[in-house]
């Protein structure tokens, strides 16, 4: 079975600019996470979503939008990009049902990367 | 607030020497608590769910345990190949709360 997938992998930007995210999930997972991970603040939850609709949102600004399909891929959008956004986004699915009691399965992650 | 706190934050061990890692965390109602494995660039990957004190898991040379207020990751006997961050995460109110991970390097 193949795990979640995440594109691109790498992504260099420049201050400004926008950037989206793409995550597949672990086929039959309905649930996408998406989390920042940076060496100073670990991995820090961006939001959930779950069938095509968000359930729960971290302590983002709201220049970090997402989205789902209807097949459960799942996009999430930086508008503005700041040098604080480089960093390493993560994608997480899980089985079941929204929130984050069940295990949840990550993707590679993208390195973005702000000049 | 949910809290999870993960020590040491860096251990180094030679080969074969058997040691653990410590998670402790403040949360209102267990709901299971989960370790990861991550190499660097990677994403996490997934090693134990835990859900009652007393419960305990093992995979290889990996041992979780959990108490009421702990998670313990033993590792026994340890080779280069386990060197990696491990992070442990507890379900908070709306989202899974991570520990920033024990660095975790085993010398040949």
């Known amino acids: 079975k193949a795990g979640v997938t995440q594109t691109p992998r790498y992504l260099i930007k420049t201050r400004g600019q926008q950037v989206t995210l793409s995550c597949s999930p672990i086929s039959g997972h309905r649930s996408v996470s998406w989390y920042q991970q940076t060496p100073g603040q670990g991995l820090q939850f961006l939001f959930e979503y779950f069938s095509e609709t968000q359930r729960n949102k971290g302590n983002f600004p709201g220049r970090f939008s997402g989205r789902q399909f209807s097949n459960s891929r799942s996009e999430m959008n930086v508008s503005t990009l700041e040098l604080g956004d480089s960093a390493l986004y993560l994608c997480a699915s899980s089985l079941v049902t929204s929130g984050p009691y069940n295990e949840q399965f990550f993707g590679p992650g993208t390195r973005l990367t702000v000049l | 607030e949910d809290q999870v706190t993960q020590s040491p934050e860096a251990l180094r061990l030679q080969e074969g020497e058997s040691s653990s890692l410590n998670c402790s965390y403040t949360?209102?109602?267990?709901?299971?608590l989960f370790w990861y494995r991550q190499d660097p660039g990677k994403g996490p990957e997934f090693l134990f769910t835990l859900y009652s004190a007393g419960e305990e898991k093992e995979k290889e040379r990996l041992k979780a345990t959990l108490t009421k207020k702990e998670s313990f990751l033993h590792i026994t006997a340890p080779k280069p190949e386990d060197s990696a961050t491990y992070l442990c995460?507890?379900?908070?109110?709306?989202?899974?709360?991570f520990g920033q991970g024990t660095r975790l390097t085993i010398n040949p």
């Open positions: 995460a507890v379900p908070g109110a709306q989202k899974l709360v």
């Open positions: 949360v209102s109602g267990l709901r299971g």
